[in-house]
Antibody, heavy 116, light 107 residues
Framework: EVQLVESGGGLVKPGGSLRLSCAASGFTFSSYSMNWVRQAPGKGLEWVSS????????YYADSVKGRFTISRDNAKNSLYLQMNSLRAEDTAVYYC?????????WGQGTLVTVSS | DIQMTQSPSTLSASVGDRVTITCRAS??????LAWYQQKPGKAPKLLIY???SLESGVPSRFSGSGSGTEFTLTISSLQPDDFATYYCQQYNSYPETFGQGTKVEIK
């Protein structure tokens, strides 16, 4: 059974940093591109970042470019999102999602709250 | 960036109704479109991929159609479990954008 479990969310002050993790199981992690998608409270879905299976290709939304860094460790079946210079508008539930082309499996999400 | 526009934003319907949601892309995305269902407090669930392919395990009352810039999601006979918010997503090019969502409410 495919499972994606996010962790690392929490309350952080504006300008602070946080590192999210996504632990994958039930599939060959190293064969799939992975993504982070976020959802601000009461709002829609926003794609954040994508990383290819071997980390050769990485993409970011303009809203996070230069502040967030996506990475993965295929030996540990894990996906990461390093978030720096956090802003109030980064407050959201962050989901990791497996990319088949579409996003066929999603984690349950981890809440990031940026507030003083 | 490709903009995705869904209509309507909210839809009130009754059990048994046929429901159609439209998604328009600001430029052609061929058939690289997915539909997701999301319930409150839960992660999105893939329903339709490549515009019209039904994801495994998804009831056959869900169907998708369209190509290019105009797409539809149809629920042939709305069931109580279908009251949720639905999102389209283009994966033709980065950034992979979502529509703003359509909330299907009980009439």
């Amino acid at each position: 059974e495919v499972q994606l479990v996010e962790s690392g969310g929490g309350l952080v002050k504006p300008g602070g940093s946080l590192r999210l993790s996504c632990a994958a199981s039930g599939f060959t992690f190293s064969s799939y591109s992975m993504n982070w998608v976020r959802q601000a409270p009461g709002k829609g879905l926003e794609w954040v970042s994508s990383i290819s299976s071997s980390s050769s290709y990485i993409y970011y939304a303009d809203s996070v470019k230069g502040r967030f860094t996506i990475s993965r460790d295929n030996a540990k079946n894990s996906l990461y999102l390093q978030m720096n210079s956090l802003r109030a508008e980064d407050t959201a539930v962050y989901y990791c999602a497996r990319q088949r082309a579409d996003f066929d499996y999603w984690g349950q999400g981890t809440l990031v709250t940026v507030s003083s | 960036d490709i903009q995705m526009t869904q209509s309507p934003s909210t839809l009130s319907a009754s059990v048994g109704d046929r429901v159609t949601i439209t998604c328009r892309a600001s430029q052609s995305i061929s058939s690289w479109l997915a539909w997701y269902q999301q319930k409150p407090g839960k992660a999105p669930k893939l329903l339709i991929y490549k515009a019209s392919s039904l994801e495994s395990g998804v009831p056959s009352r869900f169907s998708g159609s369209g190509s290019g810039t105009e797409f539809t999601l149809t629920i042939s006979s709305l069931q109580p479990d279908d009251f949720a918010t639905y999102y389209c997503q283009q994966y033709n090019s980065y950034p992979e954008t979502f529509g703003q969502g359509t909330k299907v409410e009980i009439k």
